[in-house]
């Protein structure tokens, strides 16, 4: 029988809050999509959510779960686990979890990050954007100019103040680079609208980077496991030396 759609089913927002879309994704892989494509820190919860109930209840076949902003990507072995049985086991997952929506508390930190503002790495990173991709960009010669010139606001310092003062919730990880936390501004006024490099490979590793309203981090270890609210420490610092130690703390940090 041919398949005309990759979504198995469907259950209704009436009856578990949000809608909730399984999507099957190759032989191996089934998506768990929930509510509108929205950045919402309650759907993000639900999907956490889901991904702590399936580490405390396993079933037979499931090798791994990867969590997105507002999904949860299933992967399974279809020799031991068919589509069928996993929708039984999520279904079964939902019904315990719509009960206690209101009570749901996910494990949690607040990571403190330096950030240094224009320095030797950022000005090499500008200076190799100029010469091999696109000298007359609008973000050149300075990101932080850029920043405040689109924003509308008075200085430099604005910009670095909007920074300082905001704290990041960490909803995702891979937007940008692969492990890479992608974290939003929990107060609206805080969040400034960019734009990133295209392409984006001048970018060093260990740094934030802006981009439309939303603060990846780059780094080339760890992989948090908790929602963590990023506060920037506003400190003008040199940049992390190259040592694989001092990234694997900072990466660390994190878990």
């Known amino acids: 029988m041919p398949v005309d759609s990759p979504i198995l ?17 190759g032989d191996h892989f089934l998506l768990v999509e929930y509510g509108e494509q929205m950045l919402d820190i309650r759907l993000r919860f639900r999907a956490h959510a ?16 990867t969590p997105g902003i507002r999904s949860l990507q ?30 749901l508390a996910v494990p949690s930190r607040i990571v403190h990050i330096p950030l240094s503002w224009d320095d030797e790495a950022c000005q090499l990173a500008i200076e190799k954007y100029t010469q091999s991709v696109r000298k ?11 920043i405040r010139r689109i924003n509308g606001l008075d200085s430099i310092d604005d910009v670095k103040k909007v920074l300082f003062e905001a704290s990041y919730l960490v909803m995702g990880l891979g937007d940008v680079y692969l492990g890479a936390p992608v974290a939003t501004p929990t107060d609206p006024r805080h969040r400034l609208v960019t734009t990133k490099y295209n392409p984006a490979r001048h970018l060093d590793r260990r740094k934030l980077g802006r981009y439309r309203r939303l603060l990846p981090l780059r780094l080339r270890h760890g992989r948090p ?30 878990l």
């Open 9 to 25: 089913k469907r259950l209704p927002a009436e009856q578990f809050g949000d809608e909730i879309v399984y999507r099957a994704a």
């Open 50 to 65: 889901l991904m702590q109930w399936l580490q405390q209840n396993p079933v037979a076949g499931l090798r791994e779960l």
């Open 74 to 103: 299933v992967h399974f072995d279809s020799q031991q686990l068919s589509h069928s049985a996993l929708l039984e086991h999520l279904f079964k997952a939902e019904q315990a979890l719509s009960e206690r929506l209101n009570e």
């Open 136 to 146: 007359n960009a609008p973000w050149c010669p300075s990101n932080l100019e850029f």
């Open 225 to 254: 496991r908790r929602l963590s609210v990023c506060r920037p420490h506003p400190a003008d610092v040199e940049p992390l030396p190259p040592d694989p130690r001092v990234q694997q703390a900072v990466a660390t940090a994190l």
